[in-house]
């Protein structure tokens, strides 16, 4: 396809979807359907995070020029250092607010372009880096109704632009990598302020391309870190900044860190309370071999239509390939609350970086885990919004997944472009919100939400379910609210506790028992959501907080 008729392709769609008012459902729900919930919020969602009010912060960059969102009250921010404005009266960051679909203006002090974070265990964001004078920075946003962004200078070691981050058993955060930074730290700092050397992600960088930022990390169960950057993987021991295994590098050898941009997740953990737990990562998408040097040069290489599964507990773990139905690059990946992962938003060819990618990907694909290989996925509704470079993704508390963002320009280009800078926020709603299966579906009476759960104690959750109860297939998940940037979801974790028991009290009433997960290895402590899922169709949401 030329580029040209693309081009008014997408103009027709957008006009189309900008005629349509907020919350119009624009698919069947059969296999998804998506929902126009903000034309713009000022700012393209290029970082993303749920808090535990179901609020979402947004930002994306101080350098982009001027957002189309003013700061409140004739606010501005004066910085000498901007490289775009040295005074600028706009906001870069919102607050999203889920229950009423409204919004508010934020501010950040320095530049937060290309940074990371996680929600700490008193459910404060606390963000990392960034670029320009926001590199070494520690940012602090609280969830409460008119809290801002608060920041701390010099609260890192070394400057980290591009990096990850993920929270440890002990409730600090790890901030692995960034540009030209082959170490890690901690924050916050205590006794400990220095960096610790990782020559794997020296290793895996390719000269003049890189291909290895935004390293997946993720806690496995037995305390130490799996870090894949590029094409393979190693288990760090962090405390003794140990490799303590190394993984094959996946078939084919082709890259799935930025700006190749693929995504990963950690499947769902089950079986709690089995001696040994095993563990599952899945990588998707990414480009080819040299594919970003050719996108430079205007030569949109097909991305990857394979995914990499391994069992990194097991003693000889091995990579199994399995192939999408899409080629993606630039590519999201969300646990939904039944344990199935959502592949959403992306590329069909080119990678990351300024105008680098092409031929959008507008249908989300559903990957079950479960099902027997060569049966897992599901083609998924489209949406008619691109969503490439610098697009964003999260799971709420109802079951649909928040969408937004997708910037491929140096600054906000709305106009006279072939993917316009993208100001919405659509919700994709998985098929398990349809109204057919409101009869399976649970819903939680009681507790409203929980705060104190302690490891390895029983705890009841009390639901009604309208029509017949399969017991056996009753479970409760717990899914951490992740941090979403670049098509890396941080901290992304989902824990199946299953049942112990479940009690029919009469009425469509019916209480689960269940115990929570054994160690801050399995689950670190601090804010999760709770579903009760019934024969693959979840519940709402409720907080808990384990400590």
């Not at 937004?404 to 906000?412: I, K, V």
């Given at each position: 396809m030329s580029a040209t008729p693309f081009f008014f392709s997408v103009l027709i769609l957008q006009l189309l979807f900008a005629s349509q008012p907020c919350h119009r459902f624009l698919a069947a729900a059969a296999d998804g359907r998506w929902q126009l919930?903000?034309?713009?919020?000022?700012?393209?969602?290029?970082?993303?995070?749920?808090?535990?009010?179901d609020r979402v912060v947004v930002f994306d960059r101080t350098d982009f020029g001027p957002s189309k969102l003013p700061l409140p009250n004739g606010k501005c921010r004066n910085d000498p250092s901007d490289t775009a404005l040295k005074v600028d009266c706009t906001a870069h960051s919102v607050e999203y607010d889920v229950l009423t679909n409204t919004f508010r203006p934020l501010m950040v002090q320095t530049d937060v372009w290309c940074s990371s974070g996680a929600i700490m265990p008193n459910g404060n964001l606390v963000q990392t880096g960034g670029f320009n004078d926001g590199e070494r920075r520690v940012r602090t946003f609280s969830p409460c109704s008119t809290c801002d962004w608060q920041e701390t200078p010099n609260g890192l070691a070394a400057k980290r632009w591009y990096a990850s981050n993920h929270i440890l058993p002990d409730g600090r955060q790890i901030v692995v990598g960034g540009r030209r930074q082959f170490n890690y730290e901690f924050v916050p700092k205590t006794i400990t302020a220095n960096t610790f050397s990782l020559p794997f992600l020296s290793q895996t960088s390719e000269r003049g391309v890189?291909?290895?930022l935004y390293p997946f990390v993720f806690l496995n169960v037995d305390g130490n870190l799996f870090i894949f950057a590029n094409n393979r993987a190693i288990l760090l021991d962090y405390m003794k900044n140990k490799v303590v295994k190394t993984y094959p590098t996946i078939p084919g050898g082709d890259p799935r860190s930025y700006p190749s941009t693929g995504s990963a997740v950690l499947l769902p953990l089950k079986n709690l309370k089995a001696a040994a737990i095993q563990?599952?990562?899945l990588v998707c998408g990414g480009a080819p071999k040299g594919s970003y040097v050719q996108a430079v040069r205007g030569k949109f290489i097909g991305a990857l239509n394979t995914c990499a599964r391994i069992k990194i507990t097991d003693p000889n773990p091995q990579w199994v390939m399995e192939t999408m139905p899409l080629a993606r690059v630039m590519g999201d990946m969300i646990?939904?609350?039944n344990g199935n992962v959502l592949l959403i938003n992306g590329a069909g060819s080119g990678t990351a970086g300024w105008e680098l990618g092409r031929n959008p990907v507008l249908n989300p694909v559903l990957y079950k885990p479960?099902?027997?290989i060569g049966t897992r996925f599901e083609t998924q509704n489209p949406t008619t919004v691109?969503?490439?470079y610098h697009s964003t993704a999260a799971l709420l508390r109802d079951g649909r997944v928040l969408v937004?963002?997708?910037?491929?320009?140096?600054?906000?280009n709305l106009t006279g472009v072939l993917f316009p800078t993208e100001l919405s926020l659509e919700a994709f709603s998985p098929a398990y919100l349809d109204t057919k299966f409101n009869n399976i579906g649970p819903t939680i009476t009681a507790p409203k939400s929980m705060s104190g759960i302690k490891y390895g104690t029983k705890l009841t959750v009390r639901v009604v379910i309208t029509g017949k109860v399969a017991k056996n297939q009753v479970s409760v998940t717990m899914v951490v609210p992740a941090f979403n940037t670049h098509s890396f979801s941080m901290n992304q974790r989902l824990l199946v506790l299953g049942n112990d028991k479940v009690a029919a009290l009469g009425k469509a009433t019916y209480d689960i028992d269940v115990t929570t997960p054994r160690s801050g290895n399995l689950a670190p402590s601090g804010f999760y959501l709770l579903f009760v899922v019934h024969q693959g169709i979840p519940s709402k949401g409720i907080w808990v907080k384990l400590q």
């Open positions: 919930l903000q034309k713009s919020i000022g700012v393209s969602a290029m970082h993303m995070q749920l808090l535990r009010n890189e291909n290895n563990a599952e990562v646990l939904l609350p479960d099902n027997k691109p969503r490439l937004g963002g997708s910037n491929p320009h140096a600054f906000y």
